[in-house]
């Protein structure tokens, strides 16, 4: 059993940890499609939204809000995180539709330190059939993943994701370049790809700005287009995300 000086101790690290975290400017996983290889410090929570408008071949018009994140700081370079990208409003051919979209869960364990040379993260979760026909899935889809960034002369990131989606892989693969605009401001531009799918492969191009507010409180804004015939025409949209 604890005693009560030992308890005071943890507590008081705990604080600790928390205190040195929240003076670090906050590190959010959108607004593009890779991940951060840095995890929560424990104790630490963080949401994330947004809202994204996407059109998609066929004149097909697509609202999603709230594109929700919760991530929280478990133990030491490991947080668990639930997401529900919410609810489509779809445009198509004079008709309206909406549903709701899967929810899921993962564990994200970084693997090295904050000044390893490659900082590397490993990701598992998820997908809750949960959401509606329409915008769901049919059943539990386990993914597999891993998240990476590079300093080399300029800061390279990248994301790598395998899914089981209805007994079929589905890649998801990304590498991008952050460039810095100011101490505030940061920009970044990112190539992401989903192959596996049954239409063939679908390449993207994307960019955004994030404005860090305060250390713990970031607001976003991306664009990006797609690159073929299959994937979508363009997409839009902005977020925030709180650190707490």
């Known amino acids: 059993m604890l005693t009560r000086k030992t308890t005071l101790i943890a507590l008081a690290a705990m604080m600790a940890s928390r205190s040195v975290a929240a003076q670090e400017p906050i590190i959010a996983e959108r607004p593009g499609f890779s991940s951060s ?9 963080q949401i994330e939204s947004g809202y ?40 198509a051919g004079g008709q309206d539709t909406h549903g709701t979209h899967d929810l899921n869960i993962g564990v994200k364990w970084q693997t090295n330190g904050q000044d390893a040379r490659v900082p590397l993260a490993l990701f598992a979760g998820l997908n809750l059939p949960t959401g509606d026909n329409q915008f769901g899935g049919d059943g539990i889809d386990p993914t597999v993943g891993a998240f990476w960034s590079l300093d080399y002369g300029m800061d390279w ?48 191009m ?39």
């Open 37 to 45: 290889p840095f995890a929560l410090a424990p104790s630490m929570f």
């Open 52 to 91: 994204q408008y996407t059109r998609e071949t066929g004149s097909v018009d697509d609202h999603t809000l709230p594109l929700a994140l919760l991530r929280i700081g478990l133990v030491e370079r490991v947080e668990l995180q639930f997401g529900w990208p919410g609810i489509t409003w779809r445009q």
């Open 157 to 204: 990131f990248g994301t790598a994701l395998l899914r089981l989606v209805d007994s079929e892989l589905v890649l998801g693969n990304a590498v991008g370049v952050s460039l810095p605009v100011s101490p505030a401001i940061s920009s970044y531009l990112e190539y992401f790809g989903i192959y596996g799918t049954g239409g063939g492969p679908h390449h993207f």
């Open 206 to 244: 994307n960019g955004g700005f994030a404005y860090l507010l305060r250390n713990d409180l970031q607001l976003d804004l991306h664009l990006g287009a797609g690159l073929n015939d299959r994937a979508a025409d363009f997409f839009l949209g902005f977020g925030v995300a709180y650190r707490f």
